[in-house]
C-alpha cells in the first residue's frame, strides 16, 4: 500500500447573518501539511442551500471569489504574509474559514473529492437526478474543464457589456484566449424552449465585433447543449419524442449556427477540454 501524505484541510462556510450564527458548508481547501504551494480550493456546484439560507446570495461573486483563491493559489503571496491570512483577506463577512483539521491522502485530487462529498455536498447523490437543462450543462462543462486542468486558467461569467453595450445583462459562462482567438463557451438548455438559443444568436454578432475592437482577435463562440436523446421524462425511459420537441430543438441549433456558433452536446466536452488543454499548453 502507498504510504499516505499528511495533509490539512479548512472548511470554507457561507454565513449570511453573522448574528445569528448559521452556516452552510461551500468549499475546501486543502494541502500537503506545511506545503502551501501545493493548496486547492473547491467551491459547490451545487448552491441550494446557499439559495435556502439566503434568497439574496449573490451566486456571480462568489464563484468569482473561487477563481480569485485559485490565481492567487498559483501565484502565491505578493509579499511575506502566510497565504491561509492573505485568503481570509479576500473573503467578505459573509465568507469564514475553520480552523486547520489533519488527514491521511492518497493523494490531494482524490482527497479533495471525498472531503467535498463528507463536508459540502452530502446530499448530492439524492438530488442530482434533479438537475436538468443549464445547471446540467454547465456543470458537466466544468467538470470536463477541471478535469483536464484548464478550469482554473479560464475567465468565468464574462460581460458581454464589454464587448456589446452597457447594460447588456449577459454573461458567457467561460472563455480563454489561445494566441490571437478568444475562445467562450456558453451552456445554452434546448429543453422546453429555446429562447436562450435566440438570445445567444442576437448578441453573437455584436459580440463578435466586440472582441474584435476590445481584444484585436477573433472570436469562437461555443454553445453546449444536451443531446437529443437525453430530453426525456424523469424515469429516464426513452421513448419517441413529440414532433414539435424535436422541431424545437432543430430550430434551436440552426439559429445559433446561422450566427456563426459552434454547437457541442455535452457528450462532445471531453473532446473540447483536450483542445483547451492543448490549448494552454499543459
Known amino acids: 500500500m502507498p ?17 445569528k450564527g448559521e452556516y452552510t458548508n461551500i468549499g475546501v481547501l486543502l494541502r500537503e501539511a506545511g506545503r502551501e504551494e501545493t493548496a486547492r480550493i473547491r467551491f459547490t456546484r451545487d448552491w441550494t442551500r446557499v439559495r435556502c439560507m439566503d434568497a439574496d ?23 511575506n504574509k502566510p497565504l491561509i491570512a492573505v485568503i481570509q483577506d479576500t473573503f467578505s463577512n459573509s465568507l469564514q474559514m475553520t480552523e486547520s483539521r489533519a488527514c491521511l491522502a492518497e493523494n490531494i485530487v482524490t482527497e479533495m473529492e471525498l472531503l467535498m462529498r463528507l463536508y459540502v455536498e452530502p446530499l448530492r447523490v439524492k438530488v442530482e437526478h434533479t438537475r436538468s437543462g443549464r445547471a446540467m450543462i454547465a ?3 466544468r467538470t470536463h474543464f477541471e478535469r483536464v486542468g484548464v478550469w482554473a486558467l479560464m475567465r468565468k461569467r464574462i460581460a458581454a457589456s464589454l464587448y456589446t453595450l452597457p447594460g447588456d445583462p449577459m454573461k458567457i459562462d467561460c472563455g480563454y484566449r489561445p494566441n490571437g482567438v478568444v475562445k467562450m463557451f ?28 476590445v481584444e484585436g482577435a477573433a472570436l469562437e463562440l461555443t ?23 424535436m422541431e424545437r ?12 456558433i459552434r454547437v457541442l452536446t455535452t457528450n462532445d466536452l471531453a473532446r473540447a477540454a483536450q483542445a483547451a488543454r492543448i490549448d494552454l499548453r499543459l
Open 186 to 213: 456558453h451552456a445554452v438548455s434546448l429543453e422546453g424552449d429555446v429562447e436562450a438559443a435566440k438570445v445567444l444568436a442576437y448578441t453573437a454578432p455584436a459580440l463578435r465585433e466586440g472582441v474584435v475592437r
Open 3 to 19: 504510504e499516505r501524505i499528511p495533509c490539512e484541510f479548512f472548511l470554507i462556510r457561507y454565513v449570511p447573518d453573522v448574528v
Open 249 to 260: 430543438y432543430r430550430f434551436g441549433v440552426q439559429t445559433m449556427e446561422s450566427q456563426q
Open 223 to 245: 454553445a453546449v447543449v444536451e443531446p437529443l436523446r437525453s430530453l426525456s421524462d424523469e424515469s429516464g425511459e426513452q421513448h419517441e419524442f413529440e414532433e414539435e420537441s
Open 57 to 79: 446570495a449573490d451566486i456571480g461573486l462568489l464563484e468569482a471569489l473561487e477563481g480569485e483563491i485559485e490565481m492567487r493559489l498559483r501565484l502565491g503571496p505578493a509579499d
Open 139 to 141: 456543470g458537466a462543462m
